[in-house]
């Protein structure tokens, strides 16, 4: 049986770099056709583009690791499965859990692999960790009944480009107006000023659309955007981030997106494992209808609806519309779900 672990765990192994490195060439090669007239007018439009492009790998691997354990597990099973292997193995005596096992062990290292990738080489290649950085990109804040989104912070010019504000009602729940705002910016303890304004508001059940050039808000409207930044909570380890948490309860201030960031993280290394329980029996159930040139789409997009699924469930638990747990883990739980029923159907 060891033999025959081992040559399951060889067989994903091989097929998950190979997708990994597949998908990898695949952005960086969209990523630089279309990027020509700029990266090579100069040699130092070239190293900019080198080091942007080496800055965001950690970033990409973070959304690539779920989709190539699925891709890996559907190819490594779908492979075994048109050989026959899978039958040989049963015949050997190894069940159904015995062939999974070994890509089980192999998806648990992948799943630490892409922790360390997430809070500590991020944050070294994106420079998040000095104490105070110059600029913070693509922040979440909520004040109030207020959802606002931070294109990029630059507190030494006093300034937010590309922001959007969401203003919601309870009774009844909706969406009461939506802000685009090109440029925020503030003087001392002076009133907010923000250029370049478009708003949609929800009137007499229909939108209307009204644009400003400038418009000066209240200091209390918004928070503090200029304060000293820290970490962004998605990076940090999972021990300093639950010490985060503790220290904001005892100021009695919002932890809500920090216990958002510390369910993610559990949520995150149980993922590769959920995928590979769906990807194994979905793999055999694709394979016996006759359709197995299919597999390779079929995980694809099983690992696009993984994923979107993820973002849309986290956005709404930052915003506070969900409850942490809820946000973090439906996702998992629902495809794990689907896992069992495609289980049955296989046996």
Same mark, same amino acid.
């Given at each position: 049986?060891?033999?025959?672990?081992?040559?399951?765990?060889?067989?994903?192994?091989?097929?998950?770099?190979?997708?990994?490195?597949?998908?990898?060439?695949?952005?960086?090669?969209?990523?630089?056709?279309?990027?020509? +007239?700029? #990266?090579?007018?100069?040699?130092?439009?070239?190293?900019?583009?080198?080091?942007?492009?080496?800055?965001?790998?950690?970033?990409?691997?973070?959304?690539?690791?779920?989709?190539?354990?699925?891709?890996?597990?559907?190819?490594? $099973?779908?492979?075994?499965?048109?050989?026959?292997?899978? #039958?040989?193995?049963?015949?050997?005596?190894?069940?159904?859990?015995?062939?999974?096992?070994?890509?089980?062990?192999?998806?648990? =290292?992948?799943?630490?692999? +892409?922790?360390?990738?997430?809070?500590?080489?991020?944050? #070294?290649?994106?420079?998040?960790?000095? +104490?105070?950085? *110059?600029?913070?990109?693509?922040?979440?804040?909520?004040?109030?009944?207020?959802?606002?989104?931070?294109?990029?912070?630059?507190?030494?010019?006093? *300034?937010?480009?590309?922001?959007?504000?969401?203003?919601?009602?309870?009774?009844?729940?909706?969406?009461?107006?939506?802000?685009?705002?090109?440029? #925020? @910016?503030?003087? @001392?303890?002076?009133?907010?000023?923000?250029?370049?304004?478009?708003?949609?508001?929800?009137?007499?059940?229909?939108?209307?659309?009204?644009?400003?050039? *400038?418009?000066?808000?209240?200091?209390?409207?918004?928070?503090?955007?200029?304060?000293?930044?820290?970490? +962004?909570?998605?990076?940090?380890?999972? $021990?300093?981030?639950?010490?985060?948490?503790?220290?904001?309860?005892?100021?009695?201030?919002?932890?809500?997106?920090?216990?958002?960031?510390?369910?993610?993280?559990?949520?995150?290394? =149980?993922?590769?494992?959920?995928?590979?329980? $769906?990807?194994?029996?979905? @793999?055999?159930?694709?394979?016996?209808?006759?359709?197995?040139?299919?597999? !390779?789409?079929?995980?694809?997009?099983?690992? !696009?609806?993984?994923?979107?699924?993820?973002?849309?469930?986290?956005?709404?638990?930052?915003?506070?519309?969900?409850?942490? $747990?809820?946000?973090?883990?439906?996702?998992?739980?629902?495809?794990?779900?689907? @896992?069992?029923?495609?289980?049955?159907?296989?046996?």
């Amino acid at each position: 049986m060891r033999i025959l672990s081992w040559y399951i765990a060889r067989t994903f192994l091989k097929y998950w770099i190979l997708c990994v490195f597949a998908l990898l060439a695949f952005i960086v090669v969209a990523n630089l056709l279309g990027n020509l +007239d700029n #990266i090579f007018t100069g040699w130092n439009q070239f190293v900019k583009y080198l080091t942007e492009l080496v800055r965001s790998m950690p970033g990409v691997l973070d959304i690539l690791f779920p989709m190539t354990v699925l891709l890996a597990t559907v190819l490594t $099973f779908t492979q075994l499965g048109r050989t026959s292997e899978l #039958i040989a193995m049963r015949s050997a005596g190894m069940g159904t859990l015995g062939q999974i096992a070994p890509v089980l062990a192999i998806a648990a =290292c992948i799943s630490f692999l +892409d922790y360390a990738n997430q809070n500590y080489l991020h944050p #070294i290649l994106s420079g998040q960790q000095k +104490d105070n950085p *110059e600029q913070s990109q693509h922040q979440w804040l909520t004040k109030d009944n207020q959802l606002i989104y931070l294109g990029q912070v630059s507190p030494e010019a006093g *300034e937010v480009s590309q922001a959007r504000i969401m203003h919601w009602e309870k009774r009844p729940f909706r969406i009461r107006r939506l802000e685009n705002i090109e440029r #925020i @910016s503030r003087n @001392s303890d002076g009133p907010w000023l923000l250029s370049g304004l478009s708003s949609r508001e929800f009137v007499e059940n229909s939108w209307v659309l009204k644009r400003s050039n *400038e418009e000066n808000r209240t200091a209390e409207s918004f928070p503090n955007l200029f304060l000293p930044l820290e970490r +962004d909570s998605h990076h940090m380890p999972f $021990f300093e981030l639950s010490n985060r948490i503790r220290q904001l309860e005892s100021q009695d201030r919002r932890t809500n997106m920090y216990m958002v960031s510390w369910y993610q993280k559990m949520a995150a290394l =149980c993922a590769p494992l959920v995928l590979v329980f $769906f990807g194994a029996p979905l @793999s055999q159930a694709h394979h016996r209808k006759g359709r197995a040139s299919g597999e !390779l789409m079929v995980s694809i997009l099983g690992g !696009l609806l993984f994923l979107i699924a993820t973002e849309i469930m986290l956005t709404l638990g930052r915003g506070g519309f969900l409850a942490p $747990f809820v946000a973090t883990w439906s996702v998992n739980l629902a495809f794990l779900a689907m @896992s069992g029923v495609l289980f049955m159907r296989v046996r």
